[in-house]
């Protein structure tokens, strides 16, 4: 009786701390919007972004790695930072200047529609950072997941690679450019695919965290749950 008592005092401060960071998100999207004077033709794309911010900060207050070595915490820290270079530069974190001297250096920030903006963009002549909250938040988050996956089983980081596809929002267009040297620009199909590049990519970004989460392919979640 003492056990599920606590467990259902965990279960409504969790709720209330959930409610609190939503409020919170909420509140700041709606302040950012009025001071930007920021007019939102495309809502769900707002939408989208807080949802990335308010899965990210709960993953990274929820989760916690299971005890482990020195030796361990370091390759699942090496793998962690790999993994989220590799999406910071594949989802547009990380922007590369196509030549040398196609850029100057600069800081200014982007006013993009709540969760994705205000986002700090940092540039040079060989690349830029363009730090939108979604991203960061969410990329960090997927990091940490498969930091704790690599230390929760021994090779299970290979499917953290599926957080890969979380940046389709990037990957998506190149491929409607490369269909639509063969279909013709102004086709519905290239259309259809910018149109839905960042549905596609919320609903993987869901599910990888899903799946790094609970981890059905390590035989379910770990105990080491924050409380």
Known sequence: M????AASRFEI?????????????AALAVAYTL????????????????????????VLWKTEPAPADDSTRRRAAAVALVYFVALAVAGGVVVTAMRPGAGEFGVRLATLAPGWGPAPVFSSPWAALVLMPARVVGYAALAYLVYATVIDA???AVSGLVGLLSCVSCSWPILASLLSGVVGGGSAVVAATFDFSYDISTVVFLLTVALLYWRPFVGGHFDGQKE
Request: charged share 5%; no cysteine.
């Open 2 to 5: 003492a056990a599920a008592s």
């Open 13 to 25: 401060r969790d709720l209330l701390y959930g409610a609190l960071v939503g409020n919170t998100l």
């Open 35 to 58: 001071l930007a004077g920021i007019s939102i033709t495309q809502p769900r794309y707002a939408l989208y972004g807080l949802l990335w911010v308010f899965v990210g900060v709960l």
């Open 154 to 156: 021994a090779g299970a």
